[in-house]
């Protein structure tokens, strides 16, 4: 669509003002090819897909489902199915109306519980880990720290 443009304004056979209005016009159509090819990618290159309100309230549904047991999560074909929806448009929807991936949801909402959590009890760093669905302690605090800058001893500590 670009190269149309631009071929456009090489081959623009106006003179004058006419000319001028005309060069404009393909300028500003050229800025919003452009901002238009950023915004895709900026959203991963994908197209935002219009969702119809059943799929919406799906999603929505797909999220409750998915942080009601931390530690035994469905897999993306399992949530899907559970819903209603494809993989596809699960996926998307979810990037779309939570700005987060299905799994990226679920592992903020994991962080977010274990840090109340280390808080305002006195659980042991492996219990928390445990609690909120990690296998291992280590992954658990390198993802922890990763997000909140310390490690979970360190966010313990802090909050006494």
Do not use: W
């Not at 670009?2 to 800025?31: D, F, H, P």
């Not at 009890?121 to 800058?149: I, P």
């Amino acid at each position: 669509m670009m190269a149309t443009v631009l071929q456009q304004i090489l081959n623009c056979a106006y003179y004058g003002l006419v000319k001028r209005a005309y060069l404009e016009s393909k300028v500003v159509e050229l800025m919003a090819l452009l901002l238009e090819q950023e915004t895709v990618i900026r959203q991963g290159g994908q197209k935002k897909i219009s969702l119809k309100s059943e799929q919406i309230e799906r999603i929505h549904y797909a999220r409750e489902i998915l942080l009601r047991d931390l530690s035994n999560p469905p897999s993306l074909l399992e949530l899907a199915h559970q819903v209603g929806l494809n993989e596809f448009m699960l996926k998307q929807g979810f990037r779309q109306m939570f700005d987060n991936t299905v799994f990226g949801e679920l592992r903020s909402h994991r962080l977010e519980i274990a840090q109340q959590l280390l808080a305002e009890q006195e659980t042991s760093v492996a219990e928390v880990a445990h609690l909120v669905g990690y296998a291992c302690v280590r992954s658990f605090a390198k993802t922890f720290k990763r997000k909140f800058g310390l490690g979970p001893k360190a966010y313990q500590k802090a909050c006494r």
